[in-house]
């Protein structure tokens, strides 16, 4: 019974640590990009799955050479974040890092790749690691590739 109070309160300390930040991140392209010396945000622009408006998200991410690595986590919900089935329509998007529009590609990671790649993302970041290790259903591991600019 403790767990799921505490997963609860987890959740509700995320969202509103979430809500506060996307906010500034929103409105400033990405800065800062560090909100601690170890985790990093991006603002993930989508195209609405069914309305095709345009939308822009928040999320963490992991370093991956020059690509940036997002875990389609939800909060740690068994059901999949928008932003994640807005991508899988459309993977050609951009993200907004450090006051910089970089475009990227989504590519959901499989097999090998996608174990090795989870397996450096839970060693980065301790929520990911709770995560990977309560949901029900499979986390995806999105790898989000730099393009050249249009």
């Known amino acids: 019974m403790a767990q799921v109070g505490f997963a609860m309160r987890r959740e509700r300390f995320y969202r509103v640590f979430a809500e506060m930040h996307s ?3 929103v409105r400033t392209n990405g800065r800062p990009e560090h909100l601690t010396p170890r985790f990093r945000c991006l603002v993930l622009e989508t195209s609405g799955l069914h309305s095709g408006r345009p939308h822009r998200v928040v999320l963490g991410y992991m370093p991956d050479g020059d ?5 389609a986590s939800n909060f740690g919900q068994n059901r999949s974040p928008a932003w994640w089935q807005n991508l899988q329509a ?10 910089r529009r970089v475009p990227v590609r989504a590519r959901e ?3 090998r790749e996608r174990d090795v790649v989870l397996s450096r993302a839970m060693a980065h970041n301790k929520q990911w690691r709770a995560y990977a ?3 029900r259903r499979t986390l995806p591991v999105v790898r989000l590739e730099r393009q050249a600019p249009a």
């Open 67 to 71: 690509a940036f690595v997002v875990l």
């Open 133 to 135: 290790t309560t949901m």
């Open 109 to 111: 990671l499989i097999g």
């Open 23 to 25: 906010r500034l991140l």
């Open 90 to 99: 459309r993977p050609d998007t951009a993200v907004h890092v450090a006051g």
